[in-house]
């Protein structure tokens, strides 16, 4: 009677990929069971992986040279020692492969291919996965620890740390170290951002469509945006994978942040843009793709000024008033 079981299992199995309705036979089965498992397994892992990875180049300042193979790479390894513990503990052969990890269609996510094979006996079980994973702030929770993933943005510290920027709390502080970096690329305005700060971790803003931030609540919108340093998507800023690569512009749809400058009495008219892509643009025939836009206040107490310097096409994303 065991053959014909095996039979009948040969014949569920490929009941199944011609009706997912009748998924619900193979619950109970063990081989699906563990399937089902790395998968959910793999998106915890990518966002582990991408962080590590985050905080290494903040840490090193070094850009990785080929970032969708050090993370491919890296989860590999890491699901490797998951599917290792399968085996050992249920005997079942498991085996994961990690085929890609890409930009994905959302800025804010990483698109990952795997497949998946579990065998047990004469019954094998493959599966192909495509995911579209999240890197935001995610809560660790559902596996009873409340860390929470943070991945910090590689590009700043890539550009200014070398001369003198530093991390306080959820902040990158740039002292002079940012002047210097502009400097360094002949370009004009460059004191305009003596003591900028830009934050430390990518999160997604709220605030939707965009042009929220500055046409409607009086500009309270933009000031929240830019007190809670939130991340917006952007046609021409880079991917989270391509900034790990040191760059500020890629083809991918990519985040785009502003850089602050420090609030003050004295009243520039005209500087650097401050999204981070226009700042760090490497992309130009001297070296820099970065432009200048015209002074905006976004909020004042008594004769402080807090501003941004901003472009046209950056007013216009965000319904600030065109110069
Ligand atoms: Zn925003
Ligand atoms: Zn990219």
């Known amino acids: ?45 990518t966002r582990l992986s991408l962080k590590e990875t985050a905080e290494n180049v903040v840490k090193n300042t070094e850009p990785v040279s080929n970032s969708r193979i050090t993370i491919k790479n890296d989860l590999q390894s890491k699901i490797d020692n998951l599917t290792r513990n399968y085996q050992e503990n249920t005997g079942v052969t498991v085996y994961c492969e990690i085929k890609s990890v890409d930009s994905a269609r959302d800025p804010f996510e990483v698109h990952v291919m795997s497949i998946i094979s579990v065998q047990k ?56 170290s940012l002047t210097k970096y502009l400097n360094s690329k002949g370009i004009n305005g460059s004191f305009v951002y003596e003591n900028a700060s830009s934050p430390l971790y990518i999160k997604k803003c709220p605030f939707e469509p965009y042009n929220v931030h500055g046409n409607c609540n009086g500009f309270f919108n933009l000031k929240n945006c830019i007190d809670n340093g939130f991340y917006h998507e952007s046609n021409d800023g880079a991917c989270l994978l391509c900034r790990l690569e040191g760059k500020a512009t890629c083809n991918h749809l990519g985040i785009e942040t502003f850089i602050v400058p ?62």
Do not use: W
């Open 121 to 176: 006996g004469n019954v094998s079980y493959i599966r192909d996965i495509c995911q579209n994973i999240s890197y935001l702030d995610y809560n660790f929770s559902e596996r009873l620890s409340i860390e929470v993933v943070k991945i910090p943005d590689p590009l700043p510290l890539i550009k200014t740390k070398k001369y003198g920027a530093n991390v306080t709390g959820n902040r990158i502080n740039y002292g002079s």
């Open 1 to 45: 009677m065991i053959i014909p079981a095996v039979i009948l299992s040969i014949i569920l199995i490929n009941l199944i990929n011609l009706d997912i309705s009748t998924n619900t036979v193979l619950k109970s089965d063990t081989m699906f069971h563990i399937s089902n498992d790395v998968e959910r397994n793999i998106p915890i892992l």
């Open 262 to 323: 420090d609030k003050s009495t004295n009243y520039f008219l005209k500087g650097p843009s401050s999204p981070d892509h226009v700042i760090f643009s490497e992309n130009g025939p001297y070296g820099y793709g970065t432009y200048s836009g015209n002074v905006f206040q976004y909020y004042s107490s008594g004769n402080v000024s807090y501003k941004l310097f901003l472009d046209n096409g950056h007013r216009l994303k965000y319904g600030i008033p065109v110069y």
